[in-house]
């Protein structure tokens, strides 16, 4: 059922690469999908690099375009792309016309660190390596186990979860 021999993962920083450092702070470290794929033996071949170390409201258009050519040059038509959740709704909007076509490429990240007891990343980095390998080309968002194609999903900032444009959660 498989489409891709390979996946490319690409972290732009957000709270799933996050580290607690001696002071305390939250920071952006190293990619968090090289531990959380440290655990696994994938049936296909994934390689993990760094485009951006960034929290996400601080990212910028240019910062995007980087993210765009970070996608070209992947060679591969299955991409995940770890990223903060704060705009990672806009990211999405914005590759939807800049990426390669025939490429399907998944953006994910985590509500918790991925260092932090408790964290999603791992759930959310595993169903979007799922994706970006079984569904149609695009762009898309995976996040608490839903899919979403880019433009019709955005995070509900109460609760943190991602929801389908118009949709409303109790």
Known sequence: MTRHADVAVIATGGTIDKVYELTGDLEVGEPAAVRILSTVVPGVAIRVTGAL????RDITDADRDVLV???DEA?????????????????????HSRVPAGS????????????????????NLGFALAAAQLASPGVYVAMGARLFAAGTVRKETATGAFVATGEERS
């Not at 060679?75 to 590759?95: E, F, I, N, P, R």
């Not at 990240?109 to 990343?121: F, I, K, N, Q």
């Open 53 to 56: 170390a960034l929290d996400s």
């Open 69 to 71: 050519r970070a996608i």
């Open 75 to 95: 060679q591969t038509d299955a991409v995940v792309v770890t990223h903060g959740t704060d705009t990672m709704a806009d990211t999405a909007s914005y590759l």
């Open 104 to 123: 399907t490429v998944v953006l994910t990240g985590a509500l918790r660190p991925e260092t932090v007891h408790g964290s999603d990343a791992q759930v």
